[in-house]
């Protein structure tokens, strides 16, 4: 009787496990959970792409079918110098998706940061003219899409040059060319590989002026017979801004526009945003600290309430899955990802999928659930 009521005892409390233990013991994972559904992927650093972070490459090849190059493949790295390009580091980046069989992402063609400094100045330090800028843009460009022509599958080929009010990012892109530069490098992207889907990716992507700026920048390269297949949502998701409904307003305006909706970089943040908080900047040791106050890891209820953020916008992705093409997370492990020191050096953020020790946290579970609810 003791041995039969032991029995009893563990079945009761697997019955009472919470779904994400069941899922785990299943088997399933965010790969299986959403393959007749959308993508689901993650941007691989240089230590993954060479192999030398060997738990967070399993945890890659098990839970993802879709990478983005976090950083190899931006035009300062591609292009250091006019006309000598290193593609070691991206040539890797493809490699490693096409011997998983992951959907491949080349990120990003054209962006003001993270470029090389003689992009955009003569030898004398002057401006370049519009056509110079034009035919630099083109080279870079063909010379990097046609590398990876039918091996890429899509391209970010502009990102973030639009504002939060719907103007246009001030930069020198921007300055030289106007807004032309948007659809040129569209343009360019296509000739190059005629295959590739070809995305606009952005920030604060659910700002209703962004949004309207946007959808007219998709339109207008529409009409010009330029292909342009998505618009990518960063989603770098804080735990009150912006609401699901502000989010799902703007999924379906892009989607009204006769494109794809890609999340592109989502995490999600559990501190405290240092914008709009009353704390006294100047006084920077206190302020650092009142930014971050998790150091040792997230209290229960902001845990709970995290991992319902995550489950909310997940359940709101399922809703429009059929006007979403994939959703990324920007990196695997909480220890990788870009939230730790931004905006301030040394912050402790939990913003994803997989802690610092590689383990599956509890929310994976609750978000492949989700795909088994009618």
Same mark, same amino acid.
Not at 331 to 338: A, E, F, I, L, P
């Given at each position: ?147 990876? +022509? %039918? ?8 990102? &973030?040059?639009?504002? !939060? =009010? ?5 930069? /020198? ?122 150091? +040792? %890891? ?8 995290? &991992?319902?953020?995550? !489950? =909310? ?5 399922? /809703? ?55």
């Amino acid at each position: 009787m003791k041995r039969l009521f032991i029995f009893l005892g563990a079945a009761a409390i697997t019955a009472l496990t919470p779904c994400n233990i069941n899922a785990q013991r299943s088997n399933a994972t965010l790969k299986t959970a959403f393959k007749d559904t959308f993508y689901i992927g993650t941007a691989m650093s240089l230590p993954q792409i060479y192999g030398k972070d060997r738990k967070s490459v399993e945890i890659i090849k098990k839970q993802f079918s879709s990478i983005v190059a976090e950083n190899c493949m931006k035009s300062m790295f591609l292009q250091p110098e006019e006309d000598k390009f290193f593609f070691d580091d991206a040539d890797k980046f493809v490699a490693f998706g096409e011997k998983n069989n992951m959907f491949i992402i080349g990120h990003t063609l054209i962006w003001h940061s993270q470029l090389p400094k003689w992009f955009f100045t003569e030898k004398d330090g002057r401006d370049v003219s519009p056509e110079v800028l034009m035919q630099r843009m083109k080279n870079h460009i063909t010379t990097v899409v046609s590398r990876y +022509k %039918g091996r890429v599958k899509g391209w970010d080929v502009v990102n &973030e040059a639009i504002m !939060e =009010d719907g103007s246009y990012r001030k930069s /020198k892109f921007y300055e030289i060319l106007g807004e032309d530069f948007i659809p040129l490098a569209f343009q360019y992207a296509h000739e190059a590989d005629p295959d590739a889907e070809l995305y606009y990716n952005d920030y604060n992507e659910w700002y209703p002026g962004k949004v309207a700026t946007v959808i007219k920048m998709v339109k207008d390269i529409k009409a010009r017979g330029i292909r342009i297949d998505g618009v990518g949502m960063q989603a770098h998701v804080g735990m009150d801004t912006p609401s699901v409904s502000e989010y799902e307003t703007a999924i379906s305006a892009y989607a009204q526009s006769g494109v794809k909706v890609n999340i592109t970089e989502l995490d999600i943040s559990a501190l405290p945003s240092p914008w709009g908080t009353s704390a006294n900047v100047s006084d920077k040791i206190a302020y650092d600290e009142k930014m971050n106050p998790y150091k +040792k %890891g997230l209290p229960a209820d902001v845990q709970a309430g995290w &991992e319902k953020r995550y !489950e =909310d916008f997940f359940r709101l992705f399922l /809703k429009h899955k059929n006007s979403i093409r994939r959703v990324t997370l920007w990196g695997v492990t909480d220890s990788q990802s870009w939230k730790n020191d931004f905006p301030i050096k040394g912050r402790t953020d939990y913003p994803l999928l997989f802690d610092r020790q590689y383990r599956t946290k509890p929310v994976v579970g609750k978000i492949i659930q989700l795909t088994k609810e009618k």
